[in-house]
């Protein structure tokens, strides 16, 4: 630690005789938790475990540095406190022997949890493990530490909530990754603001995998459940818990998006569900996607949609509600049947006839109370009265000089400030104020209602001050005013001209193109025979990594990918597994053309790590 002069709290470079980082404030020698590893302590002789960053009833997570590769990671240790503790003054995991059992079981699931997702590496928005060992008599899971905020963090920061169609541009990644992660006999558990994360390149990742006891309620772990989030069968232990699990958090999580409000929370309604549908909080929300995020949060998990790609299917097709699930095996639909009538209550008699007779008649009389003021209103309008039907309080005098009364007429609250703002009225047409796009997301203006009145065009360049797709330059400038379908051009940043080489060790050339692609460097493949690196994987490229590249400039990277010799008759043979050591996970699903979100990618599961731990007891 102290050779590579590393600040714990950040992993960057600190000088020598530094007590306090500049980067992040972190003290040096500061204390930590006994339970939790030593920041400078040193994991399978390649990482440096830094401070930690967060824990719950199952794991441990600390920032990293990978002393191989010289990039930063986030390490998760596996660390039931409940049932083990940290020995005095030694990194080593001591457990109760009376709690041995059920640490090896839960020790066993964490395993097969991360080697799951690290078969998912090639899924660009899944946090997968990178590396796996055992140590300490613990396992750890070591992970590309991400730069950027939580999706809980973005909404502090950005009104609080977001439109529904900011939610159909962003979320279908999400949508088919979940998806994805089911496929593989996987379930979150943990669906929440605080578990989608967006990269500093504006990528939607889905973090926080935790083992199933951690985050149910009366288990041997203490859980850590989201509140407003977790399905009411997360709160029983004795319950099922599957696909429709993650279903009512992903409808949790929409209904936080939309309103701004976090739904009440599924234990207080078991007791007293009075869960306001969304609509009813903001009337923007289109009718069908409040009814179907209300069917993703039913209490039931029989008659709730079962799973993802049901809730994307109805999300976005507008099925007919009144419907139910018969079983989560089943594609048939039930009608609700009506309710019964609780015992002890009389059934009221159906009203005499000189009632309805009577109702018909005050029915008569109101239609024509309402004809004869319509009648008036179409009077007072052909005298010279003109009533303001734009939803915006008119200016006086604005009308040829007749009009001098100001009226008005309320609009539905809308779910974001608006971005534009009318500052007057003419005969033709409305003025509006320009405000200033300059940092904005190009595809989120352009596509916004409050823009609807501008026509854009995109001038596109590489910007080294502005990431990718951001708005740095505009023809109407702020405070400035226009009307309606003003055109108006907005320079669009290409990101920078000069982009950093990723670095390629112990990458296969798949995992590494992708890298490339995301960056936008062009690349040419080469491959090239050696036996030190294995078959498939990059072995080298043209320049250095950490090297930048002109990619406005056109510029080629070579990779080059390794292919193995021919074995020889003397050397032994490497044969494919049988199919009963192979992992019993479900293949991806078949490609639906009626289904968008489902993919047709058939390798982005690869094969898992081997990793080996020993429990001493």
Same mark, same amino acid.
């Given at each position: ?5 590393l *600040?714990?709290?950040c ?9 306090? *980082?500049?980067n992040?404030?972190?003290r ?12 400078g302590?040193?994991l ?6 830094g401070?930690?960053? =967060?824990?719950? %009833?199952?794991? &441990? ?6 002393t191989?590769?010289e ?11 409940s049932?083990?503790e940290?020995?005095?003054n ?7 022997p009376r709690?041995?059992?059920q640490?090896?079981?839960?020790l066993s699931?964490?395993?097969e949890?991360?080697k799951?997702?690290?078969k998912?590496?090639t899924l660009?928005?899944v946090?997968?493990?990178?590396d ?5 008599n ?6 590309a ?5 939580t999706?809980?963090?973005? +909404?502090?920061?950005? =009104? ?9 541009? +962003?979320f ?6 979940? =998806? ?15 578990n989608?994360?967006? #990269?500093?390149?504006?990528? $939607?990742?889905l973090i926080?995998? *935790? ?8 288990t041997e +772990? ?5 509140? %407003?989030?977790?399905a ?5 232990? =004795?319950n099922w ?5 993650d279903?009512?958090?992903?409808? &949790? $999580? ?18 007293d569900?009075?869960?306001i ?6 009337p923007n929300?289109?009718?069908n996607v ?7 949060? *039913? ?10 790609t ?10 007919e ?12 639909t ?24 009577i109702?018909v ?13 319509m ?15 734009t ?14 009364? #100001? ?25 509006y104020?320009m405000?200033?796009l300059t ?8 596509k ?5 009145n ?6 596109y360049?590489y ?11 505009q023809?109407?400038a ?5 009307t ?9 940043? $290409?990101g920078p ?8 060790? %112990? ?6 193109f992708?890298k490339?692609g995301?960056?936008?460097i062009?690349?040419?493949e080469q ?9 498939g994987?990059?072995?080298g490229?043209s320049?250095? &990594? %950490?090297?930048?590249?002109?990619v406005?400039a056109?510029?080629? +990277? ?5 292919k193995?010799?021919?074995k020889?008759? #003397?050397?032994p043979v490497?044969?494919?597994?049988s199919? #009963?050591?192979?992992?019993?996970f479900?293949?991806?699903v ?11 990618e058939?390798?982005?599961m690869t094969k898992?790590?081997?990793i ?6």
């Amino acid at each position: 630690m102290e050779r590579l002069n590393l *600040c714990c709290g950040c992993m960057e470079p600190i000088d020598e005789n530094a007590e306090v *980082c500049r980067n992040c404030g972190y003290r040096v020698g500061a204390p930590h938790l006994p339970s939790y590893l030593e920041p400078g302590t040193m994991l399978n002789d390649r990482y440096i475990v830094g401070k930690l960053t =967060s824990y719950n %009833g199952e794991s &441990a997570c600390y920032i990293g540095f990978d002393t191989i590769t010289e990039t930063k990671v986030t390490i998760k240790e596996y660390m039931p406190d409940s049932l083990c503790e940290r020995e005095k003054n030694s990194s080593v995991i001591k457990v109760d022997p009376r709690y041995m059992p059920q640490y090896k079981t839960f020790l066993s699931e964490f395993v097969e949890l991360n080697k799951t997702l690290s078969k998912m590496r090639t899924l660009n928005h899944v946090n997968a493990a990178i590396d796996m060992f055992g140590d300490n008599n613990t396992a750890y899971a070591v992970f590309a530490l991400l730069e950027g905020q939580t999706l809980g963090e973005y +909404l502090k920061q950005n =009104s609080g909530e977001l439109t529904w169609d900011e939610v159909k541009r +962003l979320f279908p990644p999400i949508f088919t990754t979940l =998806s994805l992660v089911h496929n593989a006999g996987l379930v979150h558990r943990g669906i929440s603001p605080e578990n989608i994360f967006i #990269t500093d390149k504006g990528e $939607l990742k889905l973090i926080g995998f *935790c083992i199933a006891d951690a985050r149910t309620a009366n288990t041997e +772990l203490v859980p850590e459940l989201y509140n %407003g989030f977790a399905a009411p069968e997360q709160y029983n232990s =004795s319950n099922w818990q599957g696909t429709w699990t993650d279903v009512y958090g992903i409808s &949790a $999580l929409l209904y936080r998006i939309l309103t701004g409000v976090t739904p009440t929370d599924a234990a207080s309604r078991i007791s007293d569900d009075n869960l306001i549908e969304p609509a009813k909080v903001n009337p923007n929300i289109p009718r069908n996607v409040s009814k179907v995020i209300m069917n993703g949060m *039913c209490m039931s998990g029989e008659i709730r949609i079962q799973t993802i790609t049901e809730l994307v299917t109805q999300l976005f097709e507008q099925p007919e509600y009144g419907s139910v699930r018969l079983s989560s095996s089943s594609t048939q639909t039930i009608s609700i049947p009506r309710q019964h009538m609780p015992a002890g209550k009389k059934k009221k008699a159906p009203p005499s006839r000189h009632g309805v007779f009577i109702a018909v008649i005050a029915v008569i009389l109101i239609l024509g109370f309402l004809m004869i003021f319509m009648i008036i209103k179409l009077e007072d309008i052909s005298k010279g009265s003109r009533p303001n039907t734009t939803g915006i309080s008119a200016i006086s005098g604005g009308y040829d000089g007749s009009y001098s009364e #100001t009226t008005s007429i309320s609009l539905e609250p809308m779910s974001e400030p608006p971005l534009t703002a009318p500052i007057s009225t003419t005969a033709n047409a409305m003025v509006y104020v320009m405000n200033d796009l300059t940092g904005k997301n190009y595809d989120v203006v352009s596509k916004s209602d409050a823009y609807s009145n501008l026509v854009f065009t995109a001038d596109y360049e590489y910007n080294d001050n502005y990431p990718k797709g951001q708005i740095f330059g505009q023809t109407i400038a702020k405070d400035e005013t226009y009307t309606e379908g003003a055109e108006i051009t907005v320079k669009v940043s $290409l990101g920078p001209k000069y982009i950093v080489i990723p670095d390629f060790l %112990g990458l296969s050339k798949k995992d590494y193109f992708a890298k490339l692609g995301e960056l936008g460097i062009k690349y040419e493949e080469q491959e090239i025979e050696t036996d030190e690196t294995l078959e498939g994987y990059v072995d080298g490229i043209s320049k250095d &990594a %950490g090297e930048k590249i002109d990619v406005e400039a056109g510029e080629i +990277l070579t990779v080059y990918v390794a292919k193995n010799p021919p074995k020889t008759e #003397t050397e032994p043979v490497e044969t494919e597994p049988s199919a #009963t050591e192979m992992p019993d996970f479900p293949p991806p699903v078949p490609a639906d053309p009626f289904d968008p979100f489902v993919t047709t990618e058939e390798t982005y599961m690869t094969k898992e790590p081997d990793i080996t731990i020993k429990i001493y007891d």
